[in-house]
């Protein structure tokens, strides 16, 4: 491409190969596609900035992260916008670092920088998370003032938040005031409500749960399954959990690592090494399998 004289790279081109290398985790190449763009008199815009600022951030890569962010509150060809503003909030969200996203929300809003619902929809997940049932309710508040609308993804944050506590009365409120609403379930609701009843010790809430599941035809994926089984094992309930396993291959819904630590770990408090062995086992041929895949 690069021989080709009506067919040079653009800022489109190195914005594609950056995120390529970012989600490949190969940052080492980021600085060296950044030093060819300055040879080739290309500056970066908004969306290659936040391609890599996204990278830096699920990495853990906060210096470099801050460094690239930094660069954009200065720059006057690659601002940052919402999409910048929502990558930083979910960053510091999802490490429970509450005071540098409220932070850096206050400096987005200071840059003029509008938040939309997905913003919004971030920070109820973040103070959700922390047990910060103040904070929630008064995103939620601001936005009905604004009248932004709460969606799915806005009552999976809250039943999330009281299924992780498992406070079983509030999440099941939550739930019943999103149906009255019209908002639709979907599998992330199911796993939030199935572990929720899970760790309120309501084993036959699970099971109806996982019922209606069925009758809203909600679509069961790994997650779905994994939530089941996980609720399983919470309740001893070893010979249901075997019995969910093998419903979750004959629905050729892929078991994780997740799906086996799960299991795994159930089967080692019951001492049933059999059981075990057999789990590793397959545990490695999964490994493997995606191993070849990739």
């Not at 906060?62 to 940052?80: A, Y």
């Not at 992780?164 to 379930?185: I, L, N």
Request: net charge negative; hydrophobic share 35%; aromatic share 10%.
């Amino acid at each position: 491409m690069k021989t080709l004289p009506r067919c040079q790279p653009d800022v489109f081109t190195y914005s594609t190969l950056l995120k390529v290398c970012v989600d490949a985790t190969r940052f080492e190449l980021v600085e060296s596609l950044y030093e060819e763009m300055a040879e080739r008199l290309i500056s970066p815009n908004t969306v290659t900035q936040n391609i890599v600022l996204n990278g830096y951030g699920k990495a853990g890569k906060f210096d470099q992260m801050e460094k690239v962010l930094s660069g954009m509150l200065e720059s006057k060809t690659c601002s940052p916008d919402v999409w910048t503003m929502n990558t930083i909030l979910g960053v510091f969200g999802n490490k429970g670092q509450i005071d540098m996203m409220e932070k850096w929300y206050e400096k987005f809003r200071n840059f003029g920088i509008e938040p939309e619902t997905r913003t919004f929809n971030i920070l109820i997940g973040a103070y959700g998370k922390k047990r910060m049932y103040d904070k929630m309710s008064t995103v939620m508040e601001y936005m009905r003032k604004l009248e932004f609308p709460w969606t799915t993804s806005t009552y999976n944050n809250v039943i999330e938040a009281f299924a992780d506590a498992g406070d079983a009365k509030h999440m099941e409120y939550t739930f019943d005031q999103m149906r009255a609403e019209g908002m639709k379930a979907d599998t992330k609701t199911f796993c939030c409500l199935i572990n929720g009843y899970a760790n309120a010790g309501l084993f036959n809430k699970v099971i109806s749960s996982a019922q209606l599941a069925g009758k809203f035809e909600i679509p069961e994926n790994t997650s779905f399954y994994n939530a089941i089984i996980s609720a399983c094992a919470k309740a001893n309930d070893l010979m249901e959990m075997g019995r969910v396993f093998e419903r979750m291959k004959d629905k050729q819904c892929q078991p994780d690592s997740t799906t086996y630590s799960i299991m795994i770990e159930a089967y080692i408090k019951e001492g049933m090494n059999d059981k075990i062995f057999d789990l590793e086992q397959e545990k490695q041929e999964m490994i493997a399998d995606v191993h070849e895949s990739d």
